[in-house]
């Protein structure tokens, strides 16, 4: 038996479900090892969600992996959730810049940073105003500047609600590291008027912010 003609000749709802087991960095190398299914691979149901979590700081090949997973599948991704253990740095802003110009499907989207630059908050912020199919924003652990008359580099809510764009976090997940040098009530989280999940340190509020 011709293994590679069977494969090729395998229908399309039946590669999408081998794809729907694989993890998004076979899933890149299936499509350079069988180019037959790169029409199946460039569809939304091949790619209903990417999720990236760095354990080590030391990480940039895997940014670089991730860079081209968007690069390449981007426009079809409708889940992508990003965890990152160190600052964004070139990887991280290049990896941004490209979900701003690709993921115009994405559905859901959770980001997960302690350290914010002033570029990476705008990335942030353009990426909520070009990605118009958001149904669910979480942002999680992030190291927070609090007044809005104050500026600094780990700042990301100040800018998301100076875009307007505040209203699409649904879910923000706040640390020990996102309260420091902060006293007293939260008030800016007044301005998130669809956040549906907050939780501070280990106490969850879903009710009444």
């Known amino acids: 038996m011709d293994f590679g003609a069977s494969v090729d000749s395998l229908p399309t709802v039946v590669i999408l479900q081998i794809l729907s087991y694989l993890h998004w960095r076979d899933k890149l190398s299936v499509g350079e090892v069988l180019p037959s299914w790169e029409n199946v691979l460039q569809c939304c149901s091949a790619w209903p969600s990417v999720h990236y979590r760095e354990l080590t700081p030391r990480c940039q090949k895997d940014r670089a992996l991730l860079l081209h997973c968007i690069v390449s599948y981007g426009a079809y991704i409708q889940t992508i959730s990003i965890t990152l253990r160190s600052a964004l740095g070139i990887a991280g802003s290049h990896i941004l810049k490209e979900m701003r110009s690709r993921c115009h499907n994405l559905v859901s ?101």
């Open 109 to 209: 989207l959770e980001f997960g940073s302690t350290i914010w630059d002033p570029f990476g908050g705008m990335l942030f912020c353009q990426i909520l105003g070009n990605c118009s199919k958001l149904q669910e924003v979480s942002l999680v652990r992030p190291s927070l500047v609090w007044g809005l008359g104050r500026e600094g580099k780990d700042s990301v809510l100040v800018p998301l609600i100076k875009a307007g764009h505040v209203h699409k976090i649904t879910k923000l997940f706040l640390c020990t590291e996102s309260l420091i040098d902060h006293e007293g009530p939260l008030d800016i989280l007044k301005n998130f008027t669809q956040l549906r999940t907050l939780r501070v340190r280990r106490e969850e509020l879903s009710e009444e912010v």
